[in-house]
């Protein structure tokens, strides 16, 4: 036999096909048609198709992809949905709804919006809608659209001003929200605006200048008179022949204050001086009134051991309410491993009951044993043939006596003797020692519970076939006393070792208990199809390759049926690898932010 490999260094299959996954019949036939048809089986079924039981030949081959064909349902080239797939909207610590992306979109991928009706095309890692040009403008007279979508423009033709809107409303309280309530109105942001009188993209030309008062203290003989200083590029073209005439004419900058680095004070400074103490790393300006000067520091010191505290104290107060949330969670799932042994246990119970019911039915072989009926009729046949024979004996009342014979010699002097008359009738008996008499029948009888099978037991070197007339009644009944069934069945254990070890099946002494009794490495198995090992139990206690919880419903002609089914080991794979992720998440988060989005991530598949 060639030794094949299941795996490349990818952990890809490669050339050991396993078929037979939901067709088991069809599990050890890979290298026939047999295998062929398995796997067409298992896609059928995969897809939601009823599996058949197909021939083993290119006829069965054919009618099972023809039934493959009709379950192929091409999955949409965009998943559509009411958000983007591989993501979630989490509430953050002010209650502000935050897209977090499980799995974050490839560049091409589409997603088909249900809300707006809107397909969306993922570009570095951000989702944007494909038909852009969709006549969601508006353009109105100081009338706000009231129901915008988020992207959408309108122009106010009495301002020439365009406003976006980019998902904000304000409610009627006047704060800001992300989510529409009635009752909200959508936030416009302003894009462009004209200056009153024409309209167009915004420049310096056209953005107007705020707080340009002349009349103000500050701003009185700086600026120069409106309107001559209206719009952004006036402003600018002032700056800019400011700085022009100040390069021309120069400016004196012996009043000009020093900033002064070192370790002691500059000499003679004056007002407005800076110095920079490079030990003490404090920033200092030298200040003059009318009877003091002195150095007066820039910055003061605070503590913020008061805040650090505070801080300190609601990271200590998170992390003991997480360690309560992780604890809870491990409690559930002992909850549902204890619930999982409960359920292994109730099967146990029911396979030594099943277990009970099938050894207490022993086969036994009565192809050497006559049936009352046929001994019967052999008996009514031989006291048949005896009375037969006896009707066949002549009567000797119409012979003459002897005295007769005498008197009447002479007359019958041709006539045979009383001997020879015996004699011919002796003779013409017929010979019935080989006949089988009443006697020899009761002694037969009498002999079947000797020689055969003792009512006080033997040695059964054939075996029993039950045929049963009568299903409300036990093939072999253990339940006149409560003991008979104690040990009822003993099994000799075929051993590698070339130990002796027995197993035993019966009741005991404790109550409600049916015990299978072993002493040594016994294997007490399901096998399905003489390989498929389905469920074990040994000292060790049991195991399964796969198990199932749910409602078991009425078998139909594939088998059983199984409602509201969890499949246990691949429900404690997940809950192993959320742990994993929540170890992983843990250790890797550098903030709360970084943990609460590292413990959605881990929990999304659970």
């Known amino acids: 036999m060639t030794t094949t490999p299941a795996n490349n260094i990818e952990g890809a299959q490669v050339w050991n096909p396993s078929v037979g996954i939901y067709f088991k019949p069809a599990s050890g036939q890979r290298e026939s048609y047999g295998g062929v048809i398995g796997a067409l089986q298992d896609n059928i079924a995969f897809q939601g198709g009823e599996s058949k039981a197909y021939p083993h030949n290119f006829a069965g081959i054919i009618s099972a992809i023809q039934d493959l064909t009709f379950t192929q349902e091409p999955a949409p080239p965009s998943p559509p949905g009411v958000k983007p797939p591989d993501g979630n909207v989490i509430i953050d610590d002010e209650g502000n709804p935050e897209w977090i992306w499980i799995t974050e979109p490839k560049d091409g991928d589409l997603w088909f919006d249900t809300r707006q009706g809107r397909m969306f095309i993922a570009i570095d890692g951000e989702y944007y809608q494909t038909n ?159 009877d003091s000067s002195q150095w007066v520091p820039t910055a003061t010191s605070y503590s913020y051991d008061d805040e650090i505290t505070a801080l300190s104290t609601r990271i200590a107060i998170e992390e003991l309410s997480r360690n309560q949330a992780i604890t809870a969670l491990q409690d559930e799932l002992n909850v549902v491993k204890q619930s999982d042994v409960s359920g292994l246990q109730f099967i146990e119970q029911k396979v030594q009951a099943l277990e009970g019911i099938v050894n207490t039915q022993p086969s036994v072989d009565l192809t050497g044993y006559t049936t009352a009926t046929d001994l019967n009729d052999a008996v009514s046949n031989i006291t048949s043939t005896i009375n037969i024979v006896r009707d066949s004996i002549p009567s000797s009342a119409a012979y003459a006596t002897p005295s007769q014979l005498t008197n009447l010699a002479d007359q019958i002097s041709q006539i045979p003797t009383a001997d020879q008359v015996q004699s011919a009738i002796t003779s013409a008996l017929p010979n019935v020692t080989a006949f089988v008499t009443q006697d020899d029948i009761n002694s037969s009888i009498d002999n079947i519970t000797t020689e055969y099978l003792p009512r006080t037991g033997g040695t059964l070197t054939g075996s029993f076939v039950v045929e049963k007339t009568d299903t409300a009644k036990p093939a072999f009944d253990f339940s006149t006393n409560k003991w008979n069934g104690r040990s009822s069945h003993k099994y000799l254990t075929h051993s590698m070792d070339g130990s002796t070890a027995y197993a035993e099946f019966g009741t005991n002494e404790r109550p409600w208990e049916y015990e299978w009794s072993f002493n040594s490495n016994e294997d007490f198995c399901w096998v399905y199809s003489d390989t498929n090992k389905v469920f074990s139990i040994t000292k060790d206690g049991p195991a399964c390759s796969q198990l199932y919880i749910g409602d078991i419903m009425e078998d139909n002609t594939n088998g059983r049926q199984i409602a509201n089914k969890i499949d246990v080991k691949d429900r404690l794979i997940k809950y192993q690898t959320a742990f994993a992720g929540l170890r992983s998440g843990v250790t890797n988060a550098t903030n709360f932010d970084e943990l609460k989005a590292n413990i959605l991530s881990a929990l999304a598949s659970v």
């Open 132 to 290: 852009g040009a969709d006549g969601l403008a508006q353009v109105t007279d100081a009338q706000e659209p009231q129901t915008p979508v988020i992207g959408q423009f309108w122009w106010d033709i009495s301002t020439n001003s365009l406003y976006i809107f980019d998902g904000f409303w304000l409610d009627p309280d006047g704060e800001v929200k992300g989510t529409h309530e009635p009752g909200y109105t959508p936030i416009w942001r302003l894009v462009t605006s004209g200056n009153g009188t024409t309209g167009g993209t915004q420049t310096t030309g056209t953005l107007p200048l705020l707080n340009a008062d002349t009349t103000s203290v500050q701003n009185a003989s700086i600026l120069p008179e409106l309107p001559s200083m209206y719009v952004q590029s006036d402003f600018n073209n002032w700056v800019f022949d400011a700085l022009g005439a100040l390069d021309t004419n120069g400016v004196d900058n012996s009043a000009a204050s020093v900033v002064v680095v070192g370790t002691t004070p500059p000499e003679n400074p004056k007002s407005g001086d800076l110095w920079y103490d490079s030990v003490g790393l404090d920033l200092s300006v030298w200040y003059e009134d009318e």
